[in-house]
């Protein structure tokens, strides 16, 4: 009889363990799914300290500001002739970029 209430037991603490991971699973999946479908691509630029340049692109960041991909538009050099005139003109292209890749993304809900 001991045996029989024994293997019930386990049986029954088994069940529990898998629909809590399954219930924590799925919660996680869900939230990671909202995350990627909340993500916009936006323009982004940045400096690498010792590099010599700027970097120009479109980053495709979340709600929760994780950078989930990029695309480099322009790398421009810190010593270039006229290097306001190609940051604007990289920043315009990076613009252009995220509006068309935005059109392929879901609209926002909310």
């Given at each position: 009889m001991?045996?029989?209430?024994s293997v019930v037991v386990f049986v029954v603490v088994v069940t529990a363990v898998l629909l809590v991971s399954t219930v924590?699973?799925?919660n996680v999946r869900r939230?990671?799914?909202a995350l990627e479908m909340s993500a916009r691509w936006?323009?982004?630029h940045y400096a690498i300290p010792g590099r010599g340049h700027t970097v120009?692109?479109?980053a495709l960041?979340?709600?929760?500001?994780r950078v989930r991909g990029?695309?480099?538009?322009?790398r421009i050099p810190d010593d270039a002739q006229d290097w306001q005139r190609d940051f604007v003109a990289a920043r315009q292209e990076a613009e252009?970029?995220?509006f068309h890749l935005n059109i392929d993304r879901p609209p926002i809900e909310g």
């Open positions: 001991r045996i029989i209430a924590v699973t799925a939230r990671r799914h936006a323009v982004r120009v692109g479109v960041t979340d709600a929760e500001g990029e695309h480099v538009v322009a252009e970029r995220a």
